[in-house]
């Protein structure tokens, strides 16, 4: 009988290897298109933390990188809209090539916050790179740059997602069992 996290989830949506086979490319990428330019990547807490740290070892280019926190959610499953900043980046980026790294992109919402908000700051580039996607749910247009993968209007956890703060250590991307949160 499985008594770990585990339990609580339906289904799994996206395995490790097929995970850790994404960001692997993502990171070669990302490697390829950064060449030279020592791009600093903001990492959006706290969801994007676990994809971030695998993301960096994927790559082999100079760079640095910086943490904002943003809250649109609550405790919910459902997006509010509105997107508070919560914690700002310590780095100027100001001349910049910055590259966004999140863990989902859902309404957009966020995205198009941290997006216009970054962008104010004067940035030589900004681009994104965000691990799953669910473009059925998209509310505010937002352009990708790097997607791992697109996925069905399922509320997901695990790989750094969470649902009320828990799940995030689960190495896979599952679906919870929807009885959990309803
Ligand atoms: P958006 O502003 O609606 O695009 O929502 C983006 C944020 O909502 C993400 O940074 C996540 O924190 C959260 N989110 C959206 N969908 C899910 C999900 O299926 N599981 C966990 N968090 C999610
Ligand atoms: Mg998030």
């Known amino acids: 009988m499985n008594v770990g996290i585990e339990r609580d989830i339906a289904e799994t949506l996206i395995g490790t290897e097929e995970l850790q086979a994404k960001v692997t490319e993502l990171g070669r990428q990302i490697s390829e298109d950064y060449r ?8 959006l807490l706290r969801g994007a933390v ?3 740290s695998d993301l960096i070892r994927a790559t082999d280019i100079p760079l640095e990188m910086d943490f904002m926190a943003i809250s649109s959610y ?5 997006s509010s809209g509105v997107v508070r900043l919560m914690m700002d980046l310590k780095s100027n980026i100001t001349g910049r090539d910055v590259l966004i790294v999140e863990d989902i992109v859902d309404t957009g919402h966020t995205l198009a916050y941290i997006l216009d908000n970054l962008r104010t700051r004067r940035p030589a580039d900004i681009k994104v790179c965000v691990l799953l996607s ?5 509310e505010a247009p937002v352009e990708v740059d790097y997607l791992g993968f697109e996925i069905p209007d399922k509320f997901v956890v695990g790989y750094g997602l969470d649902y009320a703060e828990n799940y995030r250590n689960l190495p896979f991307i599952g679906v919870l069992k929807p009885e959990l949160y309803k």
């Not at 609550?74 to 459902?78: M, R």
């Not at 669910?134 to 998209?138: A, C, L, N, T």
């Open 74 to 78: 609550g405790d919910s499953t459902e």
């Open 36 to 43: 030279g330019r020592n791009p600093l990547l903001i990492c």
């Open 50 to 52: 676990v994809f971030l």
């Open 134 to 138: 669910k473009p059925s749910r998209r």
